[in-house]
C-alpha cells in the first residue's frame, strides 16, 4: 500500500503541471486567433476589443499567458472558467 501512496504523492504534482501547460497553450492559441488572426481561415476579419468575442480573445490570450508561466493560476483559471 506504501507504494501506491508514493506513488500518486510523486507524480501528481507532475501531472497537473503538465495539464496546466497545455490548456495555457491552449487558451493562447484561441486568443491568438481571435485578435490578430493567427492561422485563421483567409479573409476572416479581427473582432472590435470591447465585442464579446474581443474580450474573449483579450482573457484567453493573456489569461493563457499567465497560467503559462504560472503567475496568479487559481485567480486566472476562476475568471477563465466563465
Do not use: C, N, Y
Not at 501512496?5 to 510523486?10: G, I, K, M, P
Not at 495555457?24 to 468575442?53: E, N, R
Request: aromatic share 10%.
Amino acid at each position: 500500500m506504501a507504494t501506491s501512496d508514493s506513488f500518486h504523492t510523486t507524480w501528481t504534482p507532475r501531472i497537473l503541471s503538465v495539464l496546466r501547460l497545455i490548456v495555457a497553450f491552449l487558451l493562447i492559441a484561441h486568443g491568438a486567433q481571435k485578435l490578430f488572426g493567427f492561422l485563421a481561415p483567409p479573409g476572416m476579419q479581427g473582432p472590435a476589443l470591447l465585442s464579446q468575442i474581443g474580450i474573449g480573445g483579450l482573457l484567453e490570450f493573456f489569461g493563457g499567458g499567465l497560467l503559462l508561466i504560472g503567475l496568479f493560476t487559481r485567480p486566472v483559471a476562476f475568471v477563465l472558467s466563465g
